[in-house]
């Protein structure tokens, strides 16, 4: 755990350099528009540890797959969203010597990520080994508003001396991702150019053929105020960069502001890539910094109007959520239906930015209750459109009749996870797409979902989960051999509980779903049947033939749910135990020893208690939790939230309000030593549920939204709002009670603890 950051509910501070930690801070500082985004790595050449990565959503790459002994059924490609054009590059020439950024030369440090403001800004000052010391400062963002445009401003101000600056920007494509599988570039050059007018690199992406053309103008200022200056153009290979330069005073400031736009052919076509991108730099260009800037902090603005959590009180809890927020607003906008959610987002290689179930077990109840209910049907519908795809990934593996197996890992649809164990036995992410379909209509009453798209998709899971059960002989029951539950410290197991109980519900609502639609749809229904060769008497019968005798393990001594069949073979101890200096014990066990031992990564019978608290009653949630949560190494992102939502839920708030931290502050304060690889932006959704659905217990209960909100006791009061439906909520908790206000036009009948309250338009109603 890392604690080198300042504490402010709004900014992340790093006040001096740690260049230990740098590539932890390049995470973090990161910034995005949903379409656009990198880390946040120095302009300037910098000599000490980094990542360089800038990033285009949608646009990937297929690496090939590297594996020691192929097995059939094998992806032949992992999916990558690559690291593309480096567009904040500045060299730097004082007196004719080039300047790099050496840790040992910084005499001053301050890097300031605002995050209600949405931009990042440093200011540097460093000593040259001939003693000169220049002061450099830099800000920049990507237009939430303009989505392929992108600002920089950068300065710098010699201290001690007077001489000649060069400040030469530049747009560099000769990039490699740090993580291809064969140390293989994943573009190839088209052209480059540049004049007086703007300069542009092309490039294109190998097999996948995206082609992208990144442009830039720029901007010459003296002590704040425009000059012109001639200035040398260089191109070279994949790179072109202005090189103006300036005699400067002792105290002068001299400043480029540069303005790029990244055009791709996701969002243009080809012929016009061009002529797109310099129409924009050129509006770009006329409109100028400053307003481009507000038009930025505008619309950041808005989005916090809707979204923010404000905590009093707990500075450090504050920061976390509001960090957490802002980087998955950065990540997804939900304005495009190709488009999912990454692990990583724009934030590092890992994980190769594609999407996981992470999208439908997390990232979903955020969007459905924070903007409008579009961008969560997107994440639906982005699935939907991927249903062939699920239906040939099953087909592969010996699965036939229309079954689907979503994909572990994906960008278009197909498999491109390479690791068995998870890639063919992880097969409950099943359980979570349909889990999201449901989940999406409880919330918006969207019923309709179920016709046009949700049906579809749900028969085709429940496919799968017929034919994927065996009956076992000796337990007289339906059984599912060799998987691997959401806990990934072990593998090929049978009988995983969460699988199996999630399987039987999987199909008992694919029927609920087949009832309505046959009712209130039937000429739509009855295409539905003949487009999948549907015999609904027949499939529905084996369904529920496995239903009613799926084999769910379980310990009757201890009245809890059994993670899988030889979980109680192991030998139980509390994490507590693990030392101190073990810990992740990923990155200091061996794999056979973890496999071995009783250590959970993340929730997993939790899991589906979390999923589905209402079919269980308190008792029998508290037992399972205080027997699971002990052994738990939450080493997984996802983990710590689940648990701090059902430690609520069961009353122990000094554990929920632990996981609560631990899940607000994972990247800012690196518990499990790996934020340098990029942050967890799908487990920051989890952040938000653990307040909303933790602390303030929200739910919905019959169509109900309902509330049973507790307050951490060194908070003073914490607030946020909610979309439901037509309606829009905001609650105010503090130690005295709660207020409700319906900002909407529209009385709304809500449950506060179990009683209905009744909450009219534009008025605030306090409950003790």
Not at 104 to 117: G, T, Y
Not at 729 to 738: A, C, F, P
Not at 759 to 768: A, G, H, L
Request: charged share 25%; hydrophobic share 35%; with cysteine.
């Amino acid at each position: 755990m890392k604690d080198y950051l300042d504490k402010d509910p709004w900014k992340i501070v790093e006040n001096s350099l740690h260049t230990d930690y740098n590539e932890v801070s390049e995470s973090i500082a990161s910034l995005g528009n949903g379409r656009l985004g990198g880390r946040g790595n120095f302009e300037e050449r910098f000599n000490g540890p980094s990542l360089q990565g800038n990033y285009i959503a949608g646009v990937y790459y297929p690496d090939k797959t590297k594996v020691g002994w192929w097995k059939n059924g094998y992806p032949e490609y992992f999916a990558k969203v690559i690291n593309s054009v480096n567009w904040i590059g500045m060299d730097v020439w004082i007196d004719g010597e080039d300047f790099e950024l050496f840790p040992d030369q910084i005499k001053e440090f301050r890097a300031e990520l605002d995050m209600k403001e949405g931009i990042l800004r440093r200011t540097t000052v460093a000593e040259l080994p001939n003693g000169k010391q220049i002061k450099i400062e830099s800000e920049r963002f990507y237009s939430m508003v303009d989505k392929d445009n992108a600002y920089l401003k950068y300065s710098l101000t010699p201290l001690n001396f007077s001489g000649e600056v060069c400040i030469a920007p530049y747009l560099d494509f000769n990039v490699i991702n740090r993580d291809s599988n064969y140390e293989e570039g994943f573009w190839k050059r088209n052209d480059e150019g540049i004049d007086q007018r703007w300069g542009y690199v092309y490039s294109q992406t190998k097999k996948t053929a995206y082609h992208v053309l990144a442009g830039m103008k720029i901007n010459t200022m003296l002590n704040g105020q425009s000059i012109a200056l001639d200035y040398d153009a260089v191109k070279q290979n994949s790179f072109v960069e202005y090189q103006p330069k300036l005699k400067l005073n002792e105290g002068e400031t001299f400043t480029i502001e540069k303005y790029c736009c990244i055009c791709s052919s996701l969002y243009h076509e080809v012929s016009t890539l061009s002529e797109s991108c310099q129409s924009q730099l050129e509006q770009s260009f006329e409109e100028g910094f400053e307003k481009a800037k507000i038009k930025h902090i505008n619309k950041w603005d808005s989005i916090w109007n809707d979204c923010d959590i404000s905590i009093n009180g707990d500075v450090s809890a504050q920061q976390g959520i509001r960090f957490n927020i802002f980087q998955l607003y950065q990540t997804y906008n939900g304005d495009d239906a190709r488009l999912n959610i990454g692990p990583k987002g724009f934030t590092g290689e890992k994980y190769g930015g594609v999407t996981y179930w992470d999208t439908e077990a997390y990232c979903l109840p955020f969007y459905l209750s924070t903007t409008d209910q579009s961008v969560a049907k997107n994440l639906l519908i982005y699935r939907y459109r991927h249903l062939q795809k699920a239906i040939e990934n099953a087909t592969k593996l010996g699965f036939s009749h229309g079954a689907a197996l979503y994909p572990m890992v994906t960008m278009n649809g197909e498999e491109c996870h390479n690791e068995w164990e998870i890639t063919f036995e992880e097969i409950h992410r099943n359980g979570a797409i349909a889990y999201a379909i449901y989940d999406y209509i409880r919330y918006t009453g969207d019923n309709e979902h179920l016709k046009d798209y949700g049906l579809e998709v749900l028969i085709a899971i429940s496919r799968f989960w017929r034919q994927r059960v065996n009956w076992s002989e000796p337990k007289q029951k339906f059984v599912i051999l060799g998987v691997t539950g959401p806990n990934e410290y072990e593998n090929n197991v049978n009988n995983n509980w969460y699988t199996n109980y999630i399987a039987c519900w999987c199909m008992q609502y694919t029927m609920e779903a087949i009832a309505y639609v046959e009712q209130s749809h039937p000429e739509a229904y009855k295409n539905l049947c003949e487009k999948l060769d549907f015999n609904a008497k027949y499939e529905s019968t084996r369904w529920q033939e496995i239903i009613d005798s799926m084999y769910l393990p379980s310990d009757k001594e201890r009245a809890v749910f059994l993670q899988q069949d030889g979980f109680l073979d192991k030998n139980l101890m509390p994490a507590k135990n693990i030392p101190a200096d073990e810990y992740p014990i990923h990155q200091n066990w061996s794999w056979d020893r973890i496999l071995r031992s009783c250590f959970i990564k993340q929730a997993d019978v939790l899991q589906g208690l979390y999923f589905f608290e209402d079919h269980f009653d308190k008792e029998t949630i508290k037992r399972n939790f205080n027997f699971y949560e002990p052994l738990t190494v939450h080493e997984s992102s996802l983990s710590p939230c689940v648990h701090a939502i059902l430690a609520a839920k069961i009353g122990n708030y000094p554990k929920a309000y632990e996981m609560y931290l631990r899940t607000a502050r994972l990247d800012l304060d690196d518990y499990n030593n790996d934020t340098k690889d990029g942050l967890h932006i799908t487990s920051m959704a989890g952040t938000w549920m653990s307040v909303i659905k933790g602390f303030g217990g929200m739910r919905i209960i019959n169509d109900t939204l309902s509330f049973d909100p507790f307050i951490p006791e060194n908070w003073s009061s914490y607030s946020f709002k909610i979309k439901f439906r037509s309606h829009t909520l905001k609650l105010i908790v503090s130690h005295e009670g709660v207020n409700i206000l319906n900002l909407s036009d529209e009385k709304i009948e809500i449950l506060l603890k179990g009683q209905k309250q009744s909450i009219f338009p534009k008025e605030v109603q306090t409950i003790s």
